[in-house]
């Protein structure tokens, strides 16, 4: 019997879930600054999230970022992080 494949569940979610509308490809952006402001902006317009806005903001960036795993550019990432910080900062949160 040949082995199923693989489902790929990350790329499921990542494609059907409404919890926030993100902006195509605001991970791939360069500026930590417009990806913080993008996903507070889809955090606060969701009505399908079940935390704060920055939870669900922050849950969001964490899920890509572990997802792409090391396929994913040390530069990218670096934006990414800083992103996070940004984000912190629109909620009034220490780094």
Do not use: C
């Amino acid at each position: 019997m040949p082995a199923e494949p693989q489902k790929k569940w990350s790329r499921h979610v990542t494609e059907t879930s409404r919890a926030l509308s993100l902006e195509p490809g605001v991970f791939t952006w360069d500026d930590p600054k417009r990806i913080a402001a993008s996903l507070k902006r889809a955090a606060e317009e969701s009505t399908a999230r079940k935390g704060t806005p920055l939870q669900s903001a922050m849950s969001m960036l964490n899920f890509y970022i572990n997802r792409a795993g090391r396929n994913l550019d040390p530069e990218q990432r670096a934006v990414l992080e800083r992103a996070k910080r940004e984000l912190r900062k629109l909620y009034g949160r220490p780094a």
